[in-house]
Every structure is written in C-alpha cells, then in structure tokens.
C-alpha cells in the first residue's frame, strides 16, 4: 500500500524514530502501524527513541584531513563517560568519514543521507544508540578547503573538549598553522581580522564604551579619545590577528602568520556543549522518580 506523510508522521508521534527509519518500516510492514512500531523496536531504534527528550550536551570534537579537504565535526552524548567510549568514537570517525565524502549542506540534510555501509546516517546513529544506551546526535560541522600553497591547522584540546580548524593561506607551513589553532583553543576569538567585525557591532560597543565613560564622569572632551583606545582593546578580544600569540606574547598573531610568508584566510572553532543548556537535575528526585516506576 501507498506510505502517506501522515503514517510516518504518526509512527514517529508513537515511537520517536526518525523519518527514514519510520517510513521504511512502514515499507516492510505494508502499512501496519503496530507491525511497524515491533519492527523499530526489533531494530533497537524505538528503544534509542524514547531517550530523545534527555540533553545531549557532552561528546567529542574531531576533524579529519583528507589532501585538500577537512571536515570539523561534533557529535554529543549524554556523559563524557560515553565519550570514552570505543565503539562512541568510532561512531565520530565513521560520520566524519561520510561528512568529509558527501559534503551535506547540513546537519539535517546529513542524517538523511545513505552511508557506505548501505544505511542513512540517522538509522546509524540509532544503531549506535542501541547499543550504547545513551542518546547520541550529530550536532553540527564544518567542511573546509585549501589549495596546495595552503595549509590546514587541525588542532584537538583535551582529547577534543575543544576543536579547531584553521586555513593559512600562502603558506604550507602546518606547524604555524596547528601553532595558530592552539592559541585559537585557547582564547576564542570570533573573527579573524577587523574588517569582519559588521558596522553594528563596532557602532553598538562604541556606544556601550561611551557610557561607560560618561558613567565614570569623564570629562566629555576626552571621552571619544578614551573610547577609541578602548575600541582598540575589544578588537584584539574578538580578532585573533590583534591578539597577543600565547606562544610570544610579545607578537600578534597577525605578525606571527606573516612572518611565515601567509595569512589567517578562517577558522572554525567548536567546544562540546557550548550553547546547549544541560538540565541541572534534583539527584534526589531523579531517585524517587525510578523507585516508582
């Protein structure tokens, strides 16, 4: 029989599996809702469902370099106990491996993508989820390129609490570019150099830095002096070329890169969780709720 939106739609309400998986089930139960839910179950995939309210906010960062090609992905878990997990990190190779050679515009149109072993992305996910009995989600990445006078900067902090990816352009010198990724690690920056800063944003801190000088009674002759050296000072917070290089604190960034015949061209820079709003549970609470079920 004909698969119509709304049986998926439905199996998915009942067992919270994704799309492609609910619409084959359907497929191979010919249509019967309750076969279908026993077949996600069977699969393990309802099962890895009903764990979709909890928050995913631990996980891994990982790039992988392929010639000209790199991709920067996260994947997130429950517990950074799973994230020690061998067969969790071998889930973010093989997803990485898949980003790297699909190259989906999103995470969204990437779950329903068909891997190399034959299955989507999200069916994988799931298979994972089954075994390792946490939620599971590929969060977001970032493919990037370069050409041969180039060179990536890949750069894992803490076994990939933090992960960045760098292009210098103009040259091959992977040592600064992995050197630069460190210092970006370490006090991400937003920008690359001024000139990516919008207008908005420069005109919104200068008013902000205005009060706060008025604020201090400075005299108003002298404000818009101060505010452009403080201007100054907030460029070199969010620009990673206007920052003191944490390997010589006594050269920006900036000069470090040219003095090694390129420059910055972007960087992408995750940290697991960052964004995601962990739920603090009550330990007790959570206690009582399983002694009553």
């Known amino acids: ?43 393990g995939i309802a099962k890895a469902a009903k764990k979709g309210d909890r928050i995913a906010a631990e996980g891994l960062t990982a790039i992988k370099v392929e010639g000209n090609e790199a991709v ?12 020690k997990n061998e067969g969790f990190q071998t ?13 989906p515009a999103t995470a969204e149109e990437a779950v329903t993508q068909t891997m190399a072993n034959g299955s989507t992305v999200e069916s994988h996910i799931n ?51 992995k050197d630069v990724s460190m210092h ?39 404000v818009a002096k101060m505010v452009e050296g403080r201007l100054s000072k907030y460029f070199e917070d969010v620009c990673v070329n206007d920052q003191a290089f944490v390997k010589n604190p006594d050269q920006k960034v ?10 910055i061209r972007e960087f992408v820079r995750f940290e697991v969780g960052e964004g995601i709003e962990k739920r603090e549970d009550n330990f007790a609470e959570e206690v009582m709720s399983q002694v009553k079920k």
């Open 1 to 43: 029989m004909a698969i119509t939106a709304q049986m998926v739609k439905e199996l998915r309400e009942k067992t919270g599996a994704g799309m492609m998986d609910c619409k084959k089930a359907l497929q191979e139960t010919d249509g019967d809702m309750e076969k279908a839910v026993d077949f996600l179950r069977e699969k």
């Open 72 to 83: 920067l992905l996260e994947v997130n878990s429950e517990t950074d106990f799973v994230a």
């Open 91 to 103: 889930l973010v190779q093989e997803l990485a491996d898949h980003l790297l050679a699909s190259k």
């Open 127 to 177: 298979s994972a989820i089954a075994k390792i009995g946490e939620k599971l989600s590929l969060r977001r990445f970032s493919v990037l390129t370069k050409t041969d006078n180039d060179a990536f900067g890949a750069y894992l902090h803490m076994g990939g609490r933090i992960g960045v990816l760098t292009v210098l352009e103009g040259t091959t010198d992977e040592d600064a570019a």
């Open 184 to 222: 970006i690690a370490a006090l991400n920056p937003k920008y690359v150099s001024r000139d990516e800063v919008s207008a908005e944003e420069v005109e919104r801190e200068r008013q902000v830095l205005t009060q706060q000088a008025l604020n201090e009674g400075k005299p108003e002759n002298i």
């Open 254 to 263: 900036g000069k470090f890169v040219e003095s090694k015949g390129g420059k």
